[in-house]
């Protein structure tokens, strides 16, 4: 039937366009819904899908199947045709992984939704091999795998985050190697499924509620060895995303030593057993004393090396002149001292003598040219002696300053006397 007809309900000439506008009062016919839903559905194209089959079973001409996702618990009923089953060269039994061409159908008459298998390819060990390295080539180009992106494991960590399987030999290997390497280590377990379709979503909790924890100062992935198939949780893309971004350092101990998951890649240390991570983890308890004891003799020796040296350099310094006999530096000093004095004393004198000859020398010079040296010589100074209108004190050059009975003063080196004028007289010359 067209995806358009319709049939009127009785009573009704039209019916709703939509869905949107049917009402109570205007209802659908319930086979219209179901054409739409089919015409809907169909229009779907068909998907390559990849699970495991859990259920199989085969009813003439035809088979039903379960597929179950192969990370989480999810499951889907589908019907295949026998045909299709009889063309695989290895039949398919349960737990078997495939890739499905799955296409939805909507039976009209029931109103069920039936997943048919158009395909199916059973998933080789070739296969899983070829898409883990397509991953990790992929992973490696966007850089997850840089050492630079690396964190460094700390010397010696207090607590150890261990993410291992339930009561498994990898988590009695760690526990008893790193006790017996150092004994005061601690460890925060968390037991996870480490296979199945449930293991990548519980080993990504465990290690989120891990990181999250400052006391946890290392993380440990630790499994067993496996086929190929138990080890692909540990290649799965979005566990190794998750790795990527955790803050502490992560250290990988998944298999035996030809196991290589992406895991391997993308830790921040690779340990090829559970017991080999335990060994990378701690240091060696009698090693560290070993090492510690060795630390003290050595720094023992360099210490007596050290004091040995500088008694030797003490002594050398006490051995020199200026220290066997400190006081000849003291004397010869004084001497120094004791001359230079002698010199400036000497000097002093000798010029003190100069300034007094130079003294008399110039007191004999001012004597010589004093008035009072001339004065001794018999010579006098004649002054007026006031009156008259004369200013009293001046001194008489010229006769006609004196002219009779001008009273006089007249001094002479013994003294001073009174004189009056009786004239004045022309020298013999004029």
């Given at each position: 039937m067209a995806e358009n007809a319709t049939v009127p309900a009785a009573g009704r000439t039209t019916v709703p366009p939509t869905a949107a506008d049917t009402s109570p009062d205007n209802p659908w016919p319930l086979q219209l819904l179901s054409q739409k839903l089919k015409a809907h559905i169909e229009r779907a194209p068909a998907a390559w899908v990849e699970g495991q089959v859990i259920e199989?079973?085969?009813?003439?001409?035809?088979?039903?199947?379960?597929?179950?996702?192969?990370?989480?618990?999810?499951?889907?009923?589908?019907?295949?045709?026998?045909?299709?089953?009889?063309?695989?060269?290895?039949?398919?039994?349960?737990?078997?992984?495939?890739?499905?061409?799955?296409?939805?159908?909507?039976?009209?008459?029931?109103?069920?939704?039936?997943?048919?298998?158009?395909?199916?390819?059973?998933?080789?060990?070739?296969?899983?091999?070829?898409?883990?390295?397509?991953?990790?080539?992929?992973?490696?180009?966007?850089?997850?795998?840089?050492?630079?992106?690396?964190?460094?494991?700390?010397?010696?960590?207090?607590?150890?985050?261990?993410?291992?399987?339930?009561?498994?030999?990898?988590?009695?290997?760690?526990?008893?190697?790193?006790?017996?390497?150092?004994?005061?280590?601690?460890?925060?377990?968390?037991?996870?499924?480490?296979?199945?379709?449930?293991?990548?979503?519980?080993?990504?909790?465990?290690?989120?509620?891990?990181?999250?924890?400052?006391?946890?100062d290392v993380i440990v992935i630790a499994r067993g060895g496996g086929a190929l198939e138990d080890l692909l949780p540990f290649s799965n893309e979005e566990l190794i995303r998750a790795v990527a971004g955790a803050v502490t350092p992560v250290v990988s101990a998944i298999g035996h030593e030809a196991d290589r998951p992406i895991l391997d890649d993308v830790a921040d240390l690779r340990a090829s057993t559970p017991t080999d991570a335990a060994k990378r983890i701690v240091p060696e308890v009698s090693e560290e004393l070993a090492r510690v004891r060795q630390a003290e003799a050595q720094l023992h020796r360099s210490v007596a090396q050290l004091v040995a040296r500088e008694s030797d350099r003490l002594a050398a310094l006490r051995s020199r002149p200026v220290l066997a006999s400190p006081e000849g530096m003291v004397t010869a000093r004084e001497e120094d001292v004791e001359r230079l004095s002698r010199r400036s004393t000497a000097a002093i004198s000798a010029a003190v003598t100069r300034a007094a000859d130079q003294l008399a020398h110039l007191q004999a010079q001012v004597r010589a040219l004093s008035p009072q040296q001339t004065l001794d010589r018999g010579y006098a100074v004649v002054q007026l002696a006031g009156g008259n209108g004369a200013s009293p004190g001046t001194v008489v050059r010229h006769p006609s300053q004196a002219p009779p009975a001008t009273e006089l003063s007249v001094r002479v080196a013994g003294g001073r006397f009174g004189a009056t004028s009786t004239g004045t007289r022309q020298p013999a010359s004029a």
């Open positions: 199989l079973n085969r009813r003439g001409t035809s088979a039903f199947l379960t597929l179950r996702d192969v990370d989480a618990e999810i499951s889907l009923p589908a019907s295949v045709w026998s045909k299709i089953l009889d063309r695989q060269e290895t039949p398919l039994e349960r737990g078997s992984r495939v890739v499905a061409l799955l296409k939805a159908e909507f039976w009209l008459k029931t109103g069920r939704l039936n997943m048919s298998v158009k395909d199916i390819r059973p998933v080789g060990l070739g296969d899983l091999l070829a898409r883990i390295e397509r991953l990790r080539h992929a992973l490696a180009a966007e850089g997850l795998f840089a050492e630079s992106r690396k964190k460094r494991l700390p010397l010696l960590p207090h607590r150890i985050g261990l993410i291992t399987g339930r009561d498994s030999d990898a988590k009695k290997d760690v526990l008893r190697n790193a006790a017996l390497r150092w004994p005061a280590v601690e460890f925060e377990v968390r037991e996870v499924a480490v296979q199945g379709n449930t293991a990548v979503t519980q080993i990504i909790g465990a290690l989120k509620e891990l990181d999250t924890r400052a006391d946890v």
